[in-house]
Every structure is written in structure tokens, then in C-alpha cells.
């Protein structure tokens, strides 16, 4: 009953999600993929999965495919027989995927009708499938169900705030969930919550969360100057990187380095919005404020290194992990305004001292352990994110030691792939 329900109202839904689709894939100029969409993936591609049944991994958007990396690196190696396949629900997901060595095809994910969820796994065929954090799609996890290709939730969470939207609509949710395998949780409240829910806790264990398998490593000077010198960034000069930001945030970015230039920091910001479309919108905010800039798109080998007081505004994706790597100082947006925040772990891993705002609600343990152990400032406002990054700026020795704590977290807290990898192998060992 369940799903009738819900095939019902996938097709009532149905034109207004294909028409956001396709005004979406115009506005970002890319296409809108609608035989993927469909299930239909071309012969071509499909000779890449010959061999074993293939890995299937599913990571909705950037965030999911990039935690999911270590796994995807650990499963090639234990598998090496072994094809993976990684799905992705937006562009700039896959736009990470296809860079990745260990991913053998690319993909968008389905559109959830059943019809299309049954194309696309008799072309692919896959032994398991893995999806990232929480997507949960009634008639691609019944599809599996039904053939006998076992599911696992890997990485799973049930942040606070849609805690309570699943619980209310835990009369759905019990019997989807039910076609899972396995669900491999985040932490204990993670676990917790998704028993709560509906899941059968038989099924449930916790495996720690695999963004802390982050490799936590330390940037040469030779390799900072060809960093520095691709993207245009001065030598000598401290950098300021603003990565994730949404609307809203970019203004009080821009007000803590202008406060900070006009009192004469030697400074060099570099501004990268979460979604690169915005763009314009950001060219806009500097232009205001009178900000000479440089987006990232137009630097070629013989664009001159930026003056202290310019910005790059990054309009591309997949390079913000180099960003880091070259910064003195982080801010990881969407934390400064209620959007949940983003992956604060990221410059820790690399060593640099992080800000971010209150509205940490997507990762409220990173925000927890990132600040009791030293490794970053949680600000309430632009004026606090002021305050912190003129601190840091003027003690260097501060700064290391901060760094230093960050990456020392993320050693302390691995080992959630090894515990991946040991769950996957249970359902291949026998394939």
C-alpha cells in the first residue's frame, strides 16, 4: 500500500520535477541528462563493467562523494576484480566523481520510477550497493530488495533537524527502510534515531564516520608555490579562503577583509561559493564594495599573481581542497546562515586552523570535537568571524598549534573504511 501510494504521487509530481530539471540544466548550462535519468545508459559505457558484478555507490552531491573517497579507494583494493560504478543526484557531485581513479563508470541517478530503477540494474547488474548519508528511494531499494542485491546505508546520519520530519512520517518510512541490508551509522544518536524511525536494529551498527579517514597530510613549500602559482596567489602573502559560502555569508566575508585590509593586513582572500552559478551574483557584491577581484576561470599562465587586497572568486568546482591547502586561515560557510554547515574537517585534515558559524546542525559532531580539542573557532557573526581571523592572522604560532590539533583529531578518529570495507566483504565473499 505503501508504494502504490507513493508511485501515485511520484507521477502526479512528475512534470514539475522534470521541468526543474530541465530549466536547471539550462541555467547551469550543462545537459539535463534525461536518458540517464530514465535508466538508459549508452552500450559504450556500459564496456567499462566487464568482469565481476560491479560495486554500486551512490553519493547524492559534493559533500557525500568526496567523505566517500576512502571508501571507494579501500574497495579497489580489496576488490580489484571488482568495477564501481558512482551515481550522483547533482552536477557538481559527478563533476568530483569522474576524477576520482578508483571510479570505473559515472552516472546519474535514476529518476525513482520503477520502470527506470529496473532499466538501469539490468544494465549495470550490480553484487551491492552502497548509498551515502541518507537517500532513501522506495522503488530503487524494493528493486533491489527483489533481485537479491543487498543495500547498505554507509556513512549514515539523521541530523536533529529532519529527526523529527521522518519520525512524524515513521508509518512510510518503516516499510522502505525494511529494504535495507544493512545500515552502517555515523554514532550512537545516529543509530539511535534511525531504530526510532523504523529500521529493524538487528540490522544496525555503528562504523564511525568516514570523513575523518580524510588523509591528514602536510603541503610541501615546493608544492604550496605551484599551488599558489596556478591559481594566481602571491607568494609571501598570508591567504584568507571562504569555501562553501551561500547567500548571505558572502557579505559578512567581505566586510571582516575589507575591515582587515583598510587596517593594514597583508592579505589575499579567496572567495568560493558552494555552488558556482552564483557567481555573478558575488561579482556583483564586489563590485559594490569596490574589491578588485579575479575569477578563477580566467586565469591562464600568464595572468599576474594578485595584489594584497584582491580576491579570487573561484567559479569552478573540485579545486577547493588545493584552496585549503594554501591557507592560512579557513572559513567553512553555510554556518552562517541556517543551512546546517558543511565539512569543517576538510582544512583540518590539511592542517589549517578553521571558522565557522553557529548553524552547524549537519555536522554537529565535527563542530563538538573540532572545538573541544583546539582545532578551529566557532564565531556567532561577521563581526566575531572578524575578530578570530584578525587574531589568528597576527599569531602564526597560533595558528600552527590549531592545525596541528585538527589534524591530530582526524588521526585519532579513523578507521571507519576498514570498518566499511568489513561489512561490504560480508555481502561479497559469496557473489
Not at 145 to 160: A, D, F, K, Y
Amino acid at each position: 500500500m505503501i508504494h502504490l501510494l507513493y508511485e501515485m504521487i511520484l507521477w502526479l509530481a512528475a512534470p514539475f520535477f522534470i521541468l526543474y530539471h530541465y530549466v536547471r540544466a539550462k541555467q547551469r548550462r550543462r545537459p539535463a541528462a534525461f536518458p540517464e535519468r530514465f535508466g538508459v545508459i549508452e552500450g559504450r559505457e556500459l564496456e567499462r563493467l566487464g568482469g565481476d558484478r560491479p560495486i554500486w555507490v551512490h553519493a547524492v552531491s559534493v559533500g557525500e562523494t568526496i567523505a566517500v573517497k576512502p571508501l571507494l579507494k579501500a574497495l579497489k583494493e580489496r576488490f580489484p576484480e571488482r568495477r564501481i560504478v558512482v551515481s550522483n543526484g547533482t552536477e557538481t557531485g559527478r563533476s568530483i566523481a569522474l576524477q576520482f581513479a578508483e571510479t570505473d563508470l559515472c552516472i546519474y541517478f535514476p529518476f525513482d520510477f520503477g520502470f527506470a530503477v529496473s532499466r538501469l540494474l539490468d544494465s549495470i547488474q550490480p553484487a551491492l550497493v552502497l548509498i551515502v548519508e541518507t537517500e532513501i528511494w522506495p522503488n530503487f531499494l524494493r528493486s533491489l530488495q527483489r533481485r537479491g542485491i543487498p543495500t547498505v546505508l554507509v556513512n549514515g546520519r539523521i541530523s536533529e533537524r529532519s529527526f523529527g520530519r521522518y519520525l512524524r512520517l515513521r508509518w512510510f518510512f518503516r516499510p522502505v527502510l525494511a529494504d535495507f541490508t544493512r545500515f552502517c551509522m555515523q554514532t550512537e544518536e545516529d543509530a539511535r534515531r534511525i531504530i526510532a524511525i523504523g529500521a529493524p536494529a538487528d540490522r544496525v551498527e555503528v562504523t564511525r564516520n568516514l570523513k575523518y579517514d580524510l588523509p591528514v597530510t602536510r603541503i610541501g613549500v615546493a608544492a604550496q608555490e605551484e599551488i599558489r602559482r596556478r591559481f594566481a596567489l602571491p607568494t609571501g602573502v598570508p591567504v584568507f579562503t571562504a569555501g562553501s559560502t551561500h547567500q548571505g555569508e558572502e557579505e559578512a566575508v567581505i566586510a571582516a577583509y575589507r575591515r582587515l585590509v583598510a587596517g593594514g593586513q597583508m592579505l589575499v582572500m579567496v572567495l568560493v561559493p558552494r555552488h558556482p552559478e552564483r557567481a555573478p551574483q558575488v561579482v556583483e557584491l564586489l563590485r559594490q564594495e569596490k574589491l578588485a577581484f579575479t575569477l578563477r576561470s580566467e586565469i591562464g599562465e600568464s595572468t599576474p599573481a594578485l595584489a594584497p587586497g584582491e580576491v579570487l572568486l573561484v567559479d569552478t568546482v573540485g579545486e577547493l581542497m588545493r584552496l585549503y591547502a594554501v591557507s592560512d586561515v579557513v572559513f567553512v560557510g553555510g554556518s552562517l546562515v541556517a543551512t546546517g554547515g558543511h565539512n569543517i574537517l576538510e582544512p583540518a585534515s590539511l592542517r589549517v586552523p578553521v571558522l565557522f558559524g553557529p548553524h552547524m546542525s549537519n555536522f554537529r559532531e565535527s563542530a563538538e570535537l573540532i572545538r573541544a580539542c583546539g582545532g578551529g573557532i566557532q564565531v556567532e557573526d561577521g563581526g566575531e568571524l572578524g575578530t578570530a581571523l584578525a587574531d589568528l592572522l597576527s599569531d602564526p604560532e597560533r595558528r600552527h598549534a590549531m592545525g596541528e590539533k585538527g589534524g591530530g583529531l582526524l588521526e585519532k578518529n579513523s578507521g571507519s573504511t576498514g570498518l566499511h570495507v568489513t561489512v561490504a566483504e560480508r555481502f561479497l565473499k559469496g557473489d
